[in-house]
């Protein structure tokens, strides 16, 4: 007997039915093993030094895996821990150091082993060695493997200077697991949706090495003994097979289809072959059964309007499309394509319908055309805030940076460094060589200074004329000191001859100040850029050519 339960989960003769939203429970009658995959990950996970690697677009099972393979080994006395990126905030995904020690201490957290990490962080070293060290040190307290799972890595790709140096050192400790006996205990699961589409030498790539899985669309089969776990009989195949040309063997799609045929009303006598008709029917509608999730699709394309433009031309076509690489992984990841190559097509008629639908409303032109507006409102926005001659952020940028940074820092209670820069005797360089060699002198010295930076969130601006400053967001007096210091050594190394400077090495050379501060909302930010400018000063005044810092406190 088929009843409705008012929210409440769903039974036939006793049998409890899950809305497939969440992955699938370990104890559920519903979960389809996908044959090896599940036996290979269970034999993978017993390796020392082990790497499995799990990638389906969104909904495909990955989590249910995931639980099944962390299962197994909590059954064998492995330690787990279980990290999901989604859960990591930007700010930390976009500063290696900060990225680095957060997961450190994740890991120990799980562990529940003291934290020791500034004992073991040593900046002279780096922070990927201090977290390798760390590492040995958090397997050396424990007597059994430790499981370390990555989900949702592809979170990563967008942050290319971070995952540039984080994937590599996963791949180091897979290699050193070789010869090392408490690496040996380390097994590492990494989870995503697309594929990599960040440059990683073959060597250095923790994606080539290891188990491969790749979690396929279930097959005509697998759904038949679904729809039968279901207590769904489909004698002649007709359930199944208009189920797939529908939405193509996706297992959240094909699960939701069958929740939905045994939830109904008591009062509904139709046969199952008729409801499932009433639900294909009505599947791209804002009735239909797979509205929410086709409304998910939608929402994460409008905030990337450019996916959206191309799928418009790949929904449209009834044949394969060549699509950008990055792009067309970025498409499959959502599950919305198959690729073939970099060749695109759409992955089942659900999708077809659905965008095809939003076409023809002229849904698709009316991002299309809001997009168009933003670009060019980003386009003025960049201009007005870009110095025409260097091509780095200008004054007014400057101080809007700034005083943003320095709210942010004030409610964190965290510090922030400037440096002020001044290219010295610039005057007389411009009377000696001319206006042109000065505009390219400064264009080449803004350039180094750029190129020098170690974060994201670190800017350098024209301050005015000559002068040159730098925001470094979240860093002490002592790394803005050494990131000084570099500065003026690769200045000094474009050898730019300036005959008559007052410094000794008659060269282009820099006078610098740092300042450094944990700020308070009760101070604006002009209370660092003049600490930073007494210290330039102090550097002028002492002969040029060299740094002088300034570190401050703000009383209550």
Wanted: with cysteine; proline share 4%.
């Amino acid at each position: 007997m088929i009843i409705t339960m008012n929210g409440e989960p769903a039974h036939i003769l006793g049998m409890e039915f899950e809305y497939p939203n969440d992955p699938v429970p370990l104890n559920s009658p519903f979960y389809i093993d996908r044959p090896p995959i599940e036996e290979l990950a269970y034999r993978e996970i017993q390796k020392p030094g082990s790497v499995i690697r799990i990638r389906a677009p969104r909904k495909m099972g990955k989590s249910s895996l995931l639980q099944r393979i962390l299962a197994y080994g909590k059954q064998n006395n492995y330690h787990v821990v279980n990290l999901d990126l989604r859960q990591t905030e930007a700010s930390m995904l976009s500063d290696l150091n900060r990225f680095l020690r957060w997961f450190c201490a994740i890991v120990g957290h799980c562990l529940n082993l003291p934290s020791r990490l500034d004992d073991y962080w040593d900046e002279d070293i780096g922070s990927k060695v201090s977290c390798t060290i760390y590492l040995k040190y958090l397997l050396d307290l424990i007597d059994a493997p430790l499981i370390i799972t990555i989900n949702e890595v592809n979170y990563l790709f967008e942050y290319p200077q971070v995952a540039g140096e984080f994937l590599p050192m996963l791949r180091s400790w897979h290699e050193e697991a070789r010869q090392s006996e408490e690496m040996q205990k380390l097994r590492l699961v990494m989870v995503h949706s697309t594929e990599v589409y960040i440059p990683l030498k073959l060597n250095q790539s923790p994606f080539n090495v290891g188990l491969p899985i790749r979690l396929p669309f279930f097959t005509p089969e697998q759904v038949k003994d679904l729809a039968k776990r279901h207590e769904i009989e489909d004698d002649d195949g007709n359930l199944v097979t208009d189920l797939m040309d529908m939405v193509g063997g996706h297992p959240y799609l094909v699960r939701l289809a069958l929740y939905h045929l045994v939830v109904t009303d008591n009062n509904d006598h139709k046969s199952m072959g008729d409801r499932l008709q009433k639900i294909l029917s009505e599947a791209y509608t804002q009735g239909g059964i797979y509205n929410q999730h086709l409304c998910e699709q939608l929402a994460i394309l409008k905030e990337q309007p450019e996916l959206l433009q191309i799928l418009q031309a790949i929904v449209m076509s009834n044949e394969e499309i060549t699509v950008e690489p990055i792009a067309a992984y970025k498409l499959e990841s959502l599950g919305l394509v198959k690729l073939e190559g970099n060749q695109a097509i759409v992955s089942c008629q659900l999708y077809r319908q659905y965008f095809k639908y939003l076409h023809e409303k002229g849904i698709f032109n009316q991002y299309s055309r809001l997009h168009e507006l933003e670009s060019i409102n980003q386009q003025l926005e960049k201009i007005a805030n870009i110095d025409d001659l260097t091509q780095i952020p200008n004054r007014r940028f400057l101080f809007s940076y700034l005083e943003k940074q320095w709210q942010k820092h004030s409610q964190r209670g965290e510090v922030i460094s400037l440096i002020l820069c001044d290219i010295d005797c610039f005057k007389l360089y411009n009377d000696t060589y001319g206006h042109i060699a000065g505009d390219q002198c400064l264009q080449k010295v803004a350039k180094v200074m750029e190129s020098s930076l170690h974060h994201p969130t670190d800017i350098v601006a024209r301050y005015g004329g000559e002068e040159l400053a730098i925001i470094l967001p979240e860093t002490t007096s002592t790394q803005a000191l050494n990131l000084a210091q570099i500065i003026r050594k690769n200045i000094k190394l474009l050898k730019i001859v300036h005959e008559k400077s007052l410094c000794a090495d008659k060269i282009i050379t820099l006078s610098m100040g740092v300042a450094s501060i944990i700020p308070k909302t009760h101070i604006n930010h002009f209370y660092l850029m003049q600490a930073a400018d007494e210290a330039l000063y102090q550097s002028k005044n002492q002969g040029r050519d060299r740094i002088t810092t300034k570190n401050l406190t703000i009383s209550l």
